[in-house]
């Protein structure tokens, strides 16, 4: 049996890291909190010609959407957390992910609220979270979603284990599969 995934979806600053880790604390099964910004982490610290760094986080990206779907695979529940700020992105984890098995999770936050808490972190280039803002919930659809400046982190993760109890078929990646993209294909089609 493949391992169920918590995909939580919402710009930097959103709150999803802070979710992810109550997700741990509060869902009975085991659960492998898997966030992009650990395969970035990973990479040597050596400088990337700019010329470069567009082809290596591609690559990242597409080596972590992999990972995932192993992890999946051999039956490991997992949280991911993650940006899906270009459209690839959702297509490709739409091509990998068992669709039946995803839950995936809207994590939403006011862009003034994602404004402050980017300064405060300070740890990330500024404006990040206002460029991914109108990209990363363009596709509109999920399975649960969450205000983190309205709810707590533990809020949000109690929301969601709760819904696991009752997730809904079809799932949110299982619509998302059949939405033809601007070429006329089906969203998963290869």
């Known amino acids: 049996m493949p391992g169920r995934i918590i995909f939580l979806n919402g710009t930097s600053s ?10 741990l604390r509060v869902l009975d099964e085991p659960y492998f909190h898997m966030p992009v910004d650990s395969f970035h982490a990973m990479r040597s610290r050596r400088e990337i010609p700019a010329d470069d760094l567009p082809g290596v986080l591609h690559r990242t990206w597409r080596g972590f959407h992999r990972a995932v779907a192993g992890m999946a695979a051999a039956g490991n529940n997992v949280v991911v957390d993650h940006v899906l700020s270009e459209e690839w992105r959702l297509r490709d984890c739409l091509e990998l992910f068992p669709a039946r098995d995803v839950v995936l999770v809207g994590v939403r936050c006011p862009l003034p609220e994602l404004r402050r808490r980017e300064e405060a972190r300070g740890d990330r280039p500024a404006g990040l979270a206002a460029r991914q803002f109108e990209q990363v ?19 949000c993760a109690g929301r969601i284990s709760a819904f696991l109890t ?13 939405t033809p993209r601007p070429d006329g294909v089906p969203a998963g089609a290869r």
């Open 137 to 155: 919930h363009s596709h509109g659809v999920y399975d649960i979603e969450c205000d983190t400046a309205a709810n707590s982190a533990a809020d």
């Open 166 to 178: 009752r997730q809904p078929s079809p799932t949110a990646f299982e619509r998302l599969r059949g």
């Open 14 to 23: 959103s709150g999803k890291s802070s979710i992810a880790r109550e997700l």
